[in-house]
């Protein structure tokens, strides 16, 4: 079974500085997609940046990259310039292609951007 | 253009009692996904649709649960004989197809909480 871990369950940054959230996974697949989520107070589930694992070049989207270590089954996001509407609880999430097409997600890590 | 919307968007119950959940895809997606959000399980994978594809229910908790989607539009989801462990957030999601490298756009979910 695949499973995927984000160890810090908070974390704070002060506005316009950069923070990294991690997120670990297992699995035996080679093939798969990952995704980090964003979930505002509103509750809607926002996608922030994808990643196929295939590529080995990092996916950005303006203030928003990954580090991604197969390897290492690592995959990290890193927001840069902080701003205070990315307070949010952030998911990573994987589609495994042995496990059919729905995300699995990690247990989430709540963010707060301190003014 | 429009997202995904949900109704309610909050919804109290009684125990024991049936309640019903809505979700309208965004327009044109053929894959449509129900997951289940609570404190103590995270984020759960439910059920989903692919055109007029058998549904895979493999993440359905119990035979209380069920959902349909008609037209390959609207799904309703049912829970039967409601429980107080059923108190969570049900989130729906679409995408263009089921293929995994589609996005999944998620509605804003409905709170349903079980008395």
């Known amino acids: 079974a695949q499973t995927v871990t984000q160890s810090q369950p908070e974390m704070s940054v002060q506005e316009a500085e950069t923070v990294t959230l991690s997120c670990t996974y297992d699995?035996?697949?080679?093939?798969?997609?990952l995704f980090w989520y964003k979930q505002p107070p509103s509750r809607q589930m926002i996608l922030v940046i994808r990643?196929?694992?295939?590529?080995?070049q990092n996916a950005t989207e303006n203030r928003f990259s990954v580090n991604f270590q197969k390897a290492a089954k690592s995959f990290s996001l890193k927001i840069s310039d902080s701003q205070l509407g990315d307070t949010a609880m952030y998911f990573c999430?994987?589609?495994?292609?042995?496990?059919?097409?729905?995300?699995?997600f990690g247990g989430g890590t709540r963010l707060m951007v301190k003014p | 253009g429009a997202g995904v919307s949900q109704s309610p968007s909050n919804k109290v119950t009684e125990k024991g009692k049936d309640v019903e959940l809505r979700c309208d895809p965004i327009s044109g997606h053929t894959a449509l996904y129900w997951y289940r959000q609570s404190l103590g399980q995270g984020l759960e994978f439910l059920i989903y649709?692919?055109?007029?594809?058998?549904?895979?229910k493999s993440g359905l908790p119990s035979d209380r649960f069920s959902a349909e989607r008609t037209g390959g539009s609207v799904s309703t989801l049912t829970i039967q004989r409601t429980q107080q462990e059923d108190s969570a957030v049900y989130l729906c999601?679409?995408?263009?197809?089921?293929?995994?490298?589609?996005?999944?756009?998620f509605g804003p979910g409905t709170r349903l909480t079980v008395l």
């Open positions: 999430a994987f589609i495994f292609h042995n496990a059919g097409n729905m995300l699995t």
């Open positions: 999601a679409s995408s263009l197809d089921s293929s995994s490298t589609d996005t999944q756009y």
């Open positions: 649709f692919q055109g007029n594809s058998a549904p895979d």
């Open positions: 990643q196929e694992a295939y590529k080995q």
């Open positions: 699995t035996s697949e080679n093939n798969y997609y």
